[in-house]
């Protein structure tokens, strides 16, 4: 355990000098080049729901989501947990790299998702550990007068 927390420490203390140094390329965290493969739940989607997943995201060495060691933060609904977990489940990942070594890496990633109410709008672009996960709201149902 105290082996951990010194390569955080690390981590961290050269991640601060590369950035006053006005470098970031020391410490590489498994970033997506592409957006996760996630989908907006067919059942909330037709309910108009929007939410929010925040998760601490673990990848082993090799970029592989690590399942047991991920905590989920915070969840608005918990079919959108469900599909984050489906949708990371399926990725590949570039590991974390340190020193040219490869590591465990765990970093916080929000998956926000979002309802347009027609197709017009496209969906804002993937932030470093902001996912927006969009959909197409679907139609509010109509009194029928006869």
Not at 3 to 24: D, E, H, P, Q
Request: glycine share 4%; charged share 20%.
């Amino acid at each position: 355990m105290k082996f951990a927390r010194r390569v955080v420490a690390l981590i961290a203390i050269a991640s601060i000098a590369a950035c006053v140094r006005g470098s970031t390329s020391v410490a590489r965290q498994a970033v997506a080049d592409y957006p996760w493969p996630i989908r907006y739940p067919e059942p909330i989607r037709s309910a108009n729901v929007e939410g929010v997943v925040i998760l601490d995201l673990a990848l082993d060495s090799l970029g592989r989501y690590d399942r047991s060691r991920t905590r989920v933060v915070s969840e608005t609904h918990g079919l959108f947990t469900l599909a984050v977990r489906q949708g990371i489940d399926s990725a590949a990942r570039a590991p974390a790299l340190y020193a040219a070594r490869r590591f465990t890496a765990i970093h916080r990633d929000t998956f926000a998702f979002l309802l347009f109410r027609d197709s017009t709008r496209t969906c804002p672009p993937r932030r470093e550990h902001w996912t927006p996960v969009c959909a197409i709201a679907a139609p509010s149902p109509r009194a029928v007068v006869p």
